[in-house]
């Protein structure tokens, strides 16, 4: 964007991004890299066998004291309340109208101790909106610019890690969260991550991530493990149909319609809820659709045309290296959104076929 | 293989020409290629319709983007390559081979002389001249 931005902010990654060659690019205030080797090569590395991504632009919020499970579970839409001590769990800030602010996920890393995961773009409307329902009882800390956070996916990113943690990561359940030692500093593991694939997100101070990186990266050379930009993390995630903020998610979008449904839990009060609870009552007018295209790759921001009508707008689209199709995300009418309904998307003013189909695009073998 | 094979005229725009008598054969340059990334579609003009010099001409869409394709000399588009629309990625491996986009019957030979020499082309791209690598 041609807006006047202060200079842009690099992670403590940032020398090691250049020296593997990546190609940088401007991200939520980052400079960061969007592809090394190329966007297809790297998605089949994190199907395949491993990647290790860069992640210190998102943002980390530590909530601590008496109040801060019951302050986090008000701000959540998810069953926080609910977590144990070394639980993670997904779900939405929400405001008063009930549409979303953020899309976050919640770890329980003590008793009284909560670190919440929110997105870069977001961090200062997020703290904006977290302090403005600060209670007394917690201590707020916003720790996003000295926190790096590597994450390594795929099917051989458990075995690759272990050979690096003092953490037992055979018993590590998904969406479990536990401190331990990666190349021999302090961190906190996760089993969490953004693409359909098993995989482990790892949180260290700074001046520790260089000395995680390389290691992580050494460790998975004979796995065939490579590093992985943004243009392969938005792949990756779209085939899973993982949201992105800002495409199927912001704060003209609420959970219904978003099939973010499931992250609300209507028996407990938080903020939205109510507005929540009406719109699954009366039925969500429009709804995501996966499509298949066939005959160009539609992108965020093309119309889809039903019954040669314009009746919604894609989300996000690419072609899906794993699928290998087009695929993409709308906002449709419910009544389109049915699996077998043939619409089309408009590229360059071209009407090319889309089929509604069941999504993920990509769901991974598990035994 | 040279990226600026000494044997073609390019286009400021990053297409290749290879005139052989009145047929030209069309496409996109190592260069170019290197700058979309991952090629997965390619839309070209039918046989039988013609193309004007600088004027677009398709699309190449990569994983990231769409871009506009030019043609880099007139003519009546006398075949377009079946196999780059079944397979981009050959535009990525065979940008000067296998990856072609379509022949054209040349409309008029004097275009080519507006079109960049290899040492101008690498002048244009930012390489050394004669060294071709990258």
């Known amino acids: 964007m041609a807006t006047e931005a202060p200079t842009l902010r690099r992670t403590p990654l940032y020398e090691k991004h250049v020296a593997l060659g990546a190609k940088i690019v401007p991200f939520a205030g980052y400079e960061m890299p969007i592809q090394y080797e190329g966007i297809v090569a790297e998605h089949r590395a994190v199907r395949g066998s491993a990647g290790l991504f860069d992640l210190s632009h998102m943002g980390e919020f530590v909530f601590k004291g008496r109040g801060a499970g019951a302050l986090v579970d008000r701000l959540v839409s998810s069953d926080i309340a609910g977590l144990d001590v070394g639980q993670a769990r997904y779900g939405l800030l929400t405001n008063e109208s009930g549409t979303i602010v953020d899309d976050v996920i919640v770890y329980r890393t003590a008793d009284i101790e909560y670190v919440m995961v929110v997105n870069a773009a977001n961090i200062a409307k997020d703290r904006a909106h977290v302090l403005a329902h600060l209670t007394n009882d917690v201590v707020f800390d916003d720790r996003s610019l000295d926190t790096a956070l590597i994450a390594i996916q795929g099917p051989r990113a458990a075995e690759i890690l272990a050979s690096k943690t003092s953490a037992d990561l055979r018993g590590f359940p998904s969406f479990g969260v536990a401190r331990g030692r990666v190349a021999e500093v302090g961190a906190t593991l996760a089993r969490t991550g953004y693409t359909g694939e098993d995989g482990f997100e790892v949180f260290v101070a700074n001046p520790d991530a260089e000395a995680v990186w390389d290691a992580l990266l050494e460790a998975g050379r004979d796995a065939g493990i490579k590093p992985i930009g943004l243009g392969a993390r938005d792949t990756l995630r779209l085939e899973a149909r993982f949201s992105l903020y800002g495409n199927e998610i912001d704060e003209t979008t609420d959970p219904v319609e978003a099939g973010l449904g499931w992250t609300c839990k209507l028996d407990k009060d938080f903020i939205g809820r109510d507005a929540i609870a009406a719109k699954k009552i009366a039925g969500p007018a429009r709804k995501i659709a996966g499509l298949f295209v066939e005959g160009g790759v539609a992108r965020h921001g093309h119309e889809v045309v039903g019954g040669g009508e314009v009746v919604g707008r894609v989300t996000s689209g690419t072609y899906g290296p794993t699928v290998e199709k087009n695929i993409a995300l709308a906002y449709v009418p419910t009544a389109l959104s049915k699996v077998g309904t043939v619409l089309a998307v408009r590229i360059r003013g071209k009407d090319v076929p889309a089929t509604v189909v069941r999504t993920p695009f990509y769901r991974r073998v598990t035994e | ?134």
């Open chain 2, 1 to 134: 293989m040279s990226t600026v094979p000494n044997d073609l005229r390019y286009s400021k725009e990053h297409e290749w020409v290879r005139a052989d008598g009145d047929v030209a054969t069309i496409g996109i340059t190592h260069f170019a290629q290197e700058q979309l990334g991952d090629v997965v579609f390619v839309e070209l003009p039918e046989k039988g319709s013609t193309v004007r010099q600088f004027s677009s001409l398709g699309v190449v869409e990569s994983v990231k983007a769409a871009s506009d394709l030019y043609a880099p000399i007139s003519g009546e588009v006398i075949e377009r390559n079946v196999k780059v629309i079944e397979k981009p990625e050959l535009v990525n491996s065979e940008p000067y081979g296998n990856g072609w986009m379509i022949k054209v019957r040349l409309a008029d030979k004097g275009e080519l002389n507006q079109l960049l020499s290899p040492t101008d082309y690498r002048s244009h791209i930012g390489e050394t001249a004669g060294a071709g690598g990258d």
